[in-house]
């Protein structure tokens, strides 16, 4: 399977904001990440037209807390 990421902080705040508000149960976290050097990816965009990437591996950077 692949790794689903967003370009931009406020395209995972949008999904975010989107899941949470459809999925009440669901409880969401943004991660600043890296996808390493070489690793296999793919661009292209979500259902709400967000851009973002799939990708076979990430490094996770920092939790972002609102």
Same mark, same amino acid.
Do not use: Q, W
């Given at each position: 399977?692949? $790794? ?25 976290? $943004? ?29 996770? $950077?920092?939790? $972002?807390?609102?």
């Amino acid at each position: 399977g692949f $790794i689903h990421t967003y370009r931009n902080l406020l395209s995972a705040c949008y999904l975010s904001y989107n899941v949470e508000r459809m999925y009440p149960e669901y409880v969401c976290r $943004i991660f600043e990440c890296e996808i390493p050097k070489g690793t296999k990816y793919y661009e292209g965009e979500d259902d709400f037209f967000e851009l973002c990437f799939a990708s076979e591996k990430i490094n996770f $950077i920092k939790n $972002i807390d609102f």
